[in-house]
């Protein structure tokens, strides 16, 4: 692979993967709902994002992921692609409803066949394949019984666990249970923007309260079922900065900073919910039954953070409950990705350090680090110097604070091929790959050339 060179004939490569130690796990994370599309083919039942996505006005530019990336008939030609590119380790999500179309009992045959040749072919290839078991696509049967808000989901999600443990344990070594639960559970049942789009508080503390018991009770499940299982969880999080030293703002910050980065941290490290800060949240007390405290710990052998931005606080005493907003990034002429989220890769480091401290905290793993830019295909060619330089200076930042004893052991880009981004449809490009969505078409960034030579050194 040729050397990268900036306009200007400068070398792009700055730093190198051996710094972070031969055992470091590079790779490269993606989600099934965003990227294989076949919707409801092969006996796939749907999902909350099959229904949402396809309601009018749901999604900014009308899109759904009906289609996606089309992975589901195109991951042998993508995978080959990771192979090329001496990508290690993929990370990737179980779609519920293609193994099991009514969330439980009846097996879909051609279902669990997908993720036995995907699988199969990441070992062929010398991928490790990374199964996250919930990335956001609950089967719609199960919501049209209260999805997360009922607490029967600790059951639905624990056989569908023990499903995927079982069918795929024997291969399938590296396991994370939740992708990011105060996303799903904030923005689907509090603010109604994600599937399934109810809103309020009490939805919203019934559906945190059971997804922070389904972690552990993934985490269990996984832990009895597959020999030798390295089973982490993955969270949303981002370094919070209170708007000014004013001691209003710095309450409202550790306020949320208890909501972003530890109400799902904590549960399980047998520390309970942060309701010390989150006096408003006091109301999940309800939906706490018997000897649901103890349940809710699990001995995670490594946490999966997920980051992208920093936040900075402000008191609102017109927000319920918090007392607290957030100063848009865009406000503060910081520099900004397509997501107009702000460039701030020093959050990295603060949050490694952060989650170093707690004791219960093995191992780190930042699952998803990456940048949606306005990227554009001139030819076979995308020159994204600015995702470059993203994950650049964010490596920076996490070798720095390994070298300070952070127990960092992984890396993963957000993402593989640009796709269905939720509500945003497909307009921000977080992948190393582009995609043509009139045709399918892959073209290899400059930054997926760029991030192979830098874990090839
Ligand atoms: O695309 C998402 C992903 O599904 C979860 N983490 C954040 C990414 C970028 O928004």
């Not at 127990?407 to 995609?435: C, H, I, K, Q, S």
Request: with cysteine; glycine share 8%.
């Amino acid at each position: 692979m040729s050397v990268l060179l900036n306009e200007q004939g400068v070398p792009l490569l700055t730093g190198a993967a051996s710094d972070f130690g031969v055992n470091f796990h590079w790779g490269i994370s993606t989600s099934a709902y965003q990227t294989e599309g076949a919707y409801l083919d092969d006996g796939k039942g749907p999902s909350i994002w099959d229904d949402f996505s396809n309601r009018k006005g749901k999604i900014a530019d009308g899109s759904s992921g009906n289609e996606a990336c089309e992975f589901y008939y195109r991951y042998e030609q993508d995978l080959h692609i990771l192979k090329e590119l001496g990508i290690k380790n993929f990370r990737f999500s179980i779609s519920w409803s293609r193994l099991l179309p009514d969330g439980f009992g009846t097996v879909n045959p051609h279902g669990l066949a997908y993720y036995e040749r995907l699988i199969d072919t990441c070992l062929k290839f010398e991928i490790t394949p990374w199964i996250t078991l919930y990335h956001w696509d609950l089967p719609l049967a199960l919501e049209k019984k209260g999805g997360w808000a009922n607490r029967e989901i600790l059951h639905w999600f624990q056989q569908f666990a023990h499903l995927c443990a079982s069918q795929f344990g024997d291969r399938v070594k590296h396991w994370m249970v939740l992708n990011e639960p105060l996303v799903f559970t904030g923005a689907g049942y509090f603010f109604g923007i994600h599937a399934p789009g109810k809103k309020g508080m009490s939805n919203f503390l019934a559906a945190a309260h059971h997804a922070a018991m389904c972690q552990a009770i993934g985490g269990k499940v996984l832990r009895e079922t597959v020999k030798d299982a390295y089973i982490g969880t993955t969270v949303s999080c981002s370094h919070v900065t209170p708007h000014s030293e004013q001691s209003r703002h710095i309450k409202a910050a550790q306020k949320v900073d208890a909501l972003i980065n530890r109400f799902f941290v904590e549960p399980f490290l047998g520390l309970g919910y942060p309701l010390k800060e989150l006096k408003g949240l006091n109301m999940i007390e309800k939906f706490v039954k018997g000897n649901d405290m103890d349940e809710l710990a699990f001995d995670f052998d490594f946490l999966g953070i997920q980051s992208y931005t920093r936040e900075i606080v402000k008191h609102s005493m017109f927000t319920p409950v918090i007392r607290a907003k957030l100063v848009p990034a865009e406000k503060r002429s910081a520099p900004l990705t397509a997501m107009n989220w702000e460039i701030y890769p020093e959050g990295m480091y603060h949050l490694l350090k952060k989650f170093s401290a707690y004791k219960g905290i093995k191992k780190i793993i930042v699952t998803e680090n990456g940048a949606a830019f306005e990227d554009l295909a001139e030819g076979s060619i995308v020159r994204d110097a600015q995702r470059i330089d993203y994950l650049r200076i964010h490596l920076a930042q996490i070798r720095k604070a390994k070298e300070e004893g952070a127990p960092v052991e992984g890396y993963f880009v957000w993402t593989f091929l640009d796709n269905f981004e939720w509500a945003e449809g497909y307009r921000p490009r977080f992948g190393l790959v582009y995609v043509d969505f009139k045709n399918q078409q892959r073209i290899i960034k400059q930054s997926a050339l760029w991030y192979a030579e830098y874990i090839s050194k």
